[in-house]
Nanobody
């Protein structure tokens, strides 16, 4: 079955960096855009960044532009989120997700409601 497994979450100080990984399995991930989302308790899950199936295009929310970079190893089928200059407000559980439609543009994926496939998340804590 479809699985998305996140890893790389940790506790860091403000200004630090982390790299998250998302490993998909159980489907032809090379045909699907994949995105990173985050959620803090009491708030709705929000998009962070999404990348096209072939890694040619990506989309970022304004809050992370210039600090985060999404990438994709099409051979290993792993999607990464490099996070630099982390701020306390970046503290959240980070999830990767995809939808059932192939070749979705990244911006559309990031703003797709009720996506079907989600990982269990990895916790990022940024202290001031």
């Amino acid at each position: 079955q479809v699985q998305l497994v996140e890893s790389g979450g940790d506790s860091v100080h403000a200004g630090g960096s982390l790299t998250l990984s998302c490993e998909p399995s159980g489907f032809l991930s090379e045909s699907y855009a994949i995105g990173w989302f985050r959620q803090t308790p009491g708030k709705e899950r929000e998009p962070v960044a999404c990348i096209s199936n072939d890694a040619s295009t990506s989309y970022y929310e304004d809050s992370v532009k210039g600090r985060f970079a999404i990438s994709r190893d099409v051979v290993k089928k792993v999607v990464y989120l490099q996070m630099n200059n982390l701020k306390p407000e970046d503290t959240a559980t980070y999830f990767c997700a995809t939808d059932s439609r192939i070749f979705t543009p990244p911006e559309r994926l990031c703003h797709t409601p009720n996506m079907i496939y989600w990982g269990y998340g990895t916790l990022v804590t940024v202290s001031s």
